[in-house]
């Protein structure tokens, strides 16, 4: 009898997606995920909400936190600068801290638009510890923005790191010398691509300092 391959792949997606869970937590002690101190992320100007739910089960485990997800209809022309065409993280993270309810621990904002900040040409993302918001922006996270074929594993894998970066910024930690961390500063796409998803042994360790 003969099996086309395409039947099992929902069951190797199944047992990848055991695997990254499992090394996330691995080391240690597991914790029961209540709505309690949930992380809230918003989709700004992003009609595609798979951009993270189907990511929910492995960010939910780095952080030990509900993550609930919902669209959010925000007019970002406030923080749009027309010289550079592009719009001031600062300034969305700063409309973002009054949008921040008690139900929501931490806020995050994915946005369609490319963001910046004054000193730098552009970012992928800013966070705020004070607050505990972020922002991330998807636009030069896509292939096609470099005249590049699509290639929507590599976009969602791009997502996840930044997503995962920024909310390891709302818990304190700063950028990391190792390039394979996760909180190593992204100054290009390569950076993005060539770090992981997980925090290093130093960032872990200063993660466990803080109140989780």
Request: with cysteine; glycine share 6%.
């Amino acid at each position: 009898m003969s099996v086309r391959i395409s039947e099992y792949r929902p069951l190797f997606a199944f047992l990848v997606l055991l695997t990254f869970i499992a090394q996330c937590g691995e080391g240690e002690k597991e914790k029961m995920l209540t709505e309690e101190n949930k992380i809230c992320v918003y989709l700004i100007g992003e009609k595609d909400s798979t951009l993270v739910k189907d990511q929910l089960p492995g960010l939910e485990s780095i952080f030990n936190r509900k993550i609930k997800v919902d669209k959010l209809e925000m007019d970002l022309n406030f923080a749009y600068h027309p010289r550079r065409e592009q719009y001031h993280s600062s300034a969305i993270l700063e409309k973002l801290k009054t949008m921040k309810s008690k139900e929501c621990e931490r806020l995050l904002a994915i946005v369609g638009v490319d963001l910046y900040v004054p000193e730098l040409n552009f970012v992928f993302g800013e966070a705020d510890f004070q607050t505990k918001v972020a922002v991330v922006s998807i636009t030069r996270l896509g292939q096609e923005f470099y005249g590049l074929p699509e290639n929507k594993l590599l976009f969602l894998e791009r997502v996840k790191k930044e997503v995962v970066h920024e909310l390891g910024h709302t818990y304190g930690l700063p950028h990391c010398p190792d390039p394979g961390c996760v909180m190593h500063f992204s100054n290009s796409l390569r950076d993005t691509d060539l770090k992981s998803y997980f925090f290093c042994v130093n960032c872990k360790k200063k993660l466990k300092l803080k109140d989780r």
